[in-house]
């Protein structure tokens, strides 16, 4: 049997994302405080100062695009909630084309930059009430550009309009202070899903002390912030802190809509994966069955947080080995998703993957072919952290139908994989495997090297004392 060497690359599209998301994440946690227009990179023009007589539409779009930071602006941006002088789109192309002629932006075919020093001084000298407009005006272009983050599709918007969102939602003294929170919530939600999550928890804490300094601290505004910085904190490991702020959620929601509201189910729901995580199991299936039942009767039976609560709710009873019932929600789920968005859509890929592990802890053949299923619909993602875990799964379904050489492809690419990722549980699940694979094709000295790696792994990634790590000392041992 011949190993492969390498899975690829990541896809530049995942690894422009990761870098986008890590320059701005880096920025944030070294500027800390707002305003944070001055985190986007310099785009020099050779500007030093705006004339004082210039024309309203040229004065106007240098103002708002110096309220959008000076990273270059895509120009369809600009379309919508205009300042009443750049309201017709003649204007604005006019107004873009005379800066740039006067060497005061800089202007492509699809853009419009001014240096930073520029950006700077012309927001330091917009008069409050034109700040004010200014900036709501720019906060409300980026909501309408801005689709829902948790999409595959919408990463690119994202990756674009990310120094936007932060330069326009920075200032809360200004503006419409609900546009900028929601700015700062949906770009706390982007950094998460790049592992910047520091950062995201420094967007979600100023969210919070804003809607606390407008609304007061048991608003019913606050119940979906806290659950957001709650998971972002579940995340980080600051586990008592996240129990805190996702009870506090569960409290202002259940005051304010009631306790089966659907409000409520979403923190509910981030409380369940953190006694999931702590080994709380009984804790966790109490929460993830509450948020499902919520959801379900506020949201229906087909509709995607129904799915998603399912899902969850489905892992939970999965690890607590009730697999009959994990596979009937993982079922549901899926059928809900692929009537949402089809049955190929990447989205579903974490459904179909989980629905195939529990096939092959049930030791149903079909177990191989759904997670080849799911690792097709994760090959078309750019985002390839999960994928390894797919391949270990995949791999011991192969192994317990005796294809020992395809399961020890599958589980020597998940090493590789998972070593790219960084998964480093992953990477000791697929080192044992894969040493057991050895073992069954008799090659002592082969599982004994790989089996030293996955002790190795477990102790780094569950600690010495792990059941996992125990058993893989165990089979280490016997086999000598």
């Not at 106007?60 to 930071?69: K, S, T």
């Not at 606390?212 to 048991?218: A, D, K, L, S, T």
């Amino acid at each position: 049997m011949t190993y492969p060497s390498t899975t690829g690359a990541p896809m530049p599209q995942a690894q422009t994302d990761r870098e986008t998301a890590a320059r701005y994440g880096d920025a944030l946690l070294a500027q800390r405080k707002p305003p944070w227009y001055s985190l986007a990179p310099t785009s020099p023009t050779g500007a030093k100062a705006a004339p004082d007589d210039l024309p309203a539409a040229q004065r106007d779009l240098l103002r708002l695009v110096a309220h959008l930071g000076a990273a270059p602006v895509p120009l369809g941006l600009l379309d919508g909630d205009l300042p009443a002088s750049l309201a017709a789109p003649a204007n604005l192309v006019l107004a873009a084309a005379h800066l740039g002629a006067a060497g005061l932006a800089r202007v492509d075919r699809d853009t419009l930059s001014i240096d930073l020093w520029l950006a700077k001084r012309l927001r330091d000298a917009t008069p409050a009430p034109d700040r004010h407009d200014l900036l709501t005006s720019a906060r409300r272009l980026l909501r309408r550009r801005l689709p829902d983050h948790r999409l595959p599709e919408a990463r690119p918007a994202w990756r674009a309009l990310l120094p936007h969102a932060l330069a326009a939602a920075g200032d809360v003294t200004a503006g419409d202070v609900d546009d900028a929170t929601w700015l700062m919530e949906r770009a706390a939600a982007y950094l998460q899903q790049y592992d910047q999550l520091d950062a995201a928890q420094l967007l979600l804490d100023r969210s919070l002390t804003v809607k606390q300094e407008r609304y007061g601290v048991e608003h019913p505004e606050l119940a979906a912030t806290l659950g957001d910085l709650g998971a972002v904190l579940v995340l980080r490991g600051e586990t008592d802190r996240a129990e805190r702020e996702l009870t506090r959620a569960v409290g202002i929601a259940g005051a304010a809509h009631g306790r089966n509201s659907v409000e409520v189910a979403r923190p509910v729901a981030h409380l369940g994966v953190l006694m999931h995580d702590l080994g709380r199991l009984e804790d966790a299936r109490d929460l993830h069955a509450w948020a499902l039942r919520n959801t379900m009767a506020g949201l229906g039976s087909d509709h995607p947080e129904t799915a998603e609560r399912a899902a969850r709710l489905a892992g939970v009873l999965h690890d607590l080995g009730d697999l009959d019932t994990a596979r009937a929600l993982y079922e549901q789920a899926l059928a809900i998703g692929q009537h949402a968005d089809g049955p190929g859509h990447p989205a579903l890929a974490g459904t179909v993957a989980a629905l195939g592990a529990v096939l092959k802890d049930l030791g149903d053949p079909g177990a191989a072919d759904v997670l080849e299923r799911a690792l097709a619909m994760r090959l078309h993602d750019d985002d390839q952290r999960g994928t390894a875990s797919i391949l270990v799964d995949l791999g011991v379904a192969h192994q317990q139908q005796g294809r020992t050489e395809t399961a020890g492809d599958h589980l020597a690419r998940a090493v590789v994989l998972a070593r790219d990722t960084g998964e480093l549980q992953v990477l000791a699940l697929a080192l044992r495997n894969l040493a057991v694979v050895e073992h069954l094709a008799e090659r002592p000295a082969r599982r004994a090297a790989l089996m030293d790696e996955a002790v190795a792994a477990f102790e780094a990634g569950y600690g010495p004392d792990h059941p996992l790590t125990v058993e893989c000392r165990a089979l280490r041992a016997a086999w000598t």
